[in-house]
């Protein structure tokens, strides 16, 4: 069975940083994408970054310059590094995989056909 497991979210204050990480099991995506996207309550899943099977990044315009997203291969692992947080980043965090061959790196979430539960961010001004 495969599982994606979030961590790392919590409560910072604006200009703190958080980095998230999700756990794969039950099958390796050294040859997929795999990504995060966000959801605040009474909104759409959005986009926040990918990262192809090769290292090619995509990332939201409004978390370019400020977040990271990497992975490591041999752990199962993905990463998201978040610096100079804002309040409008508070949402709950999702880790998703897919096992489509795509090209460049995903940013719909029609794409992802695995998800994890979330992990929830809170920013405080």
């Known amino acids: 069975q495969v599982q994606l497991v979030e961590s790392g979210g919590g409560s910072v204050q604006a200009g703190g940083s958080l980095r998230l990480s999700c756990a794969a099991s039950?099958?390796?995506?050294?040859?997929?994408?795999m990504g995060w996207f966000r959801q605040a309550p009474g909104e759409e899943r959005e986009f926040v970054a990918s990262?192809?099977?090769?290292?090619?990044?995509a990332y939201a315009d409004s978390v370019k310059g400020r977040f990271t997203i990497s992975r490591d291969k041999a752990k199962n692992t993905l990463s998201l590094q978040m610096d100079s947080l804002q309040p409008e980043d508070t949402s709950a965090y999702y880790c998703?995989?897919?096992?489509?061959?795509?090209?460049?790196?995903?940013?719909?979430?029609?794409?992802?056909?695995?998800w994890g539960r979330g992990t929830q961010v809170t920013v405080s001004s």
């Open positions: 998703a995989a897919t096992t489509t061959t795509v090209w460049a790196p995903p940013t719909n979430r029609y794409q992802f056909n695995y």
């Open positions: 039950g099958r390796s995506f050294i040859s997929y994408a």
């Open positions: 990262i192809g099977s090769l290292g090619a990044t």
